[in-house]
Nanobody
Framework: QVQLQESGPGLVKPSQTLSLTCTVS??????????WSWIRQPPGNGLEWVGA???????HYNPSLKSRTSISRDTSKNQFSLQLTSVTPDDTAVYYC????????????WGQGTQVTVSS
């Protein structure tokens, strides 16, 4: 059973960088052919894919967020991380990490989600 757990600050000030980590257990983030994504849900809105890092370390980002987004991984800890720079209140959301087979967008495992609020 694969389990994902998000961690990071719940409150970030405007213009600062949002940093979250997803710790994976029960499966390796280097296993072919999975992708490990960050997905968010702003209050009152639907899910928005932020970006992903594939089993081979390649990354893909939502074009609307690409200039501010970086996803990296630590294979020794079986973790992957999100950094979103220059945040505004519009980045307030519940952030999830999730797994799918590359290209499927059918996520079979999700973290429980973590609330991130951007406010001064």
């Amino acid at each position: 059973q694969v389990q994902l757990q998000e961690s990071g600050p719940g409150l970030v000030k405007p213009s600062q960088t949002l940093s979250l980590t997803c710790t994976v257990s029960g499966g390796s983030i280097t296993t072919s052919y999975y992708a490990w994504s960050w997905i968010r849900q702003p209050p009152g809105n639907g899910l928005e894919w932020v970006g992903a890092i594939n089993y081979d370390g390649s990354t893909h980002y939502n074009p609307s967020l690409k200039s501010r987004t970086s996803i990296s991984r630590d294979t020794s800890k079986n973790q992957f991380s999100l950094q979103l720079t220059s945040v505004t209140p519009d980045d307030t959301a519940v952030y999830y990490c999730a797994r799918d087979e590359i290209g499927s967008r059918e996520y079979d495992y999700w973290g429980q989600g973590t609330q991130v609020t951007v406010s001064s």
